[in-house]
């Protein structure tokens, strides 16, 4: 078997479109696919260690709903998309409707899991730790709702609400998706759908909490630093650029 390889490569990818994003996760979460697959045919010597990644994005005003989610969570038609400037699509994530806009830290770790542990129950709430964890920084107590996916603020309060929604997909045990922290974003966005699928709960950000802006850069190294903690020796993050970005969706096509 080959060496478990735990390091992760982090990139910031910057603002980018939901569409772009996913396909150069598809890219990456395939190669490695494809690396696991070719080592089953090698003798455990001669196979390879296969990567992990994890992407920091922004995306453009946009819904999109998970496999498991219903179309009447979005509240508004293509007119009213149209006249806020957002786009709405289906995605093959787990979970329901949410939201990606300005002012949001989205993260999608494109992990090995035969590298770290295959239990996307345990990656899943390692995966909120990290957030828990970053937010923390703050002064802010994040906090698991039961049975309901993402982290929360005053779990158990009639004002409990999130801040963090999560969901993600692991063919071959390779993850894909993954978190929407709110910093700076414009929340009236969250009018507009019942967020998660989650009716009567609100939706915080770091910036409504804390009562100023927040530097998103500040945010993602806090994320970088508490992801390392389940891992060893990641790399420093990677910054991509846009134009190399697309190069990389075209050749993977």
Not at 166 to 186: Q, Y
């Amino acid at each position: 078997m080959a060496t478990k390889n735990k390091k992760i490569k982090f990139e910031d990818l910057g603002i980018i479109e939901y569409y772009d994003a996913f396909a150069y996760q598809e890219s990456l979460m395939q190669g490695i696919i494809d690396l696991k697959i070719i080592n089953r045919e090698k003798k455990p010597e001669n196979q390879q260690p296969t990567p992990n990644y994890f992407l920091f994005v922004e995306h453009p005003h946009i819904y999109t709903l998970g496999k498991s989610g219903k179309e009447q969570h979005l509240l508004i038609n293509e007119q009213k998309l149209e006249e806020i400037g957002a786009k709405y699509m289906k995605t093959n994530r787990g979970g329901d409707i949410t939201y990606h806009g300005f002012g949001q830290v989205v993260g999608y770790p494109i992990l090995d899991l035969d590298n770290f542990k295959t239990d996307i129950h345990l990656y899943m709430r390692n995966l909120e730790e990290v957030i828990i964890k970053t937010i923390a920084d703050y002064g802010l107590r994040g906090e698991r709702s039961k049975g309901e996916t993402g982290v929360w603020l005053d779990v158990g309060k009639p004002y409990a609400r999130k801040i963090c929604a999560m969901g993600v997909k692991a063919p071959r045990w390779v993850t894909i998706h993954g978190f929407a922290l709110n910093v700076n974003i414009d929340l009236k966005y969250f009018e507009y759908i019942v967020p998660c699928g989650i009716k009567d709960k609100a939706v915080a950000s770091l910036e409504r909490e804390l009562g100023h802006k927040i530097d998103t850069n500040e945010v993602k190294n806090k994320i970088e630093r508490a992801t390392c903690a389940f891992s060893l020796s990641p790399e420093h993050i990677t910054i991509i650029s846009q134009k190399r970005l697309m190069v990389l969706i075209r050749n993977s096509t």
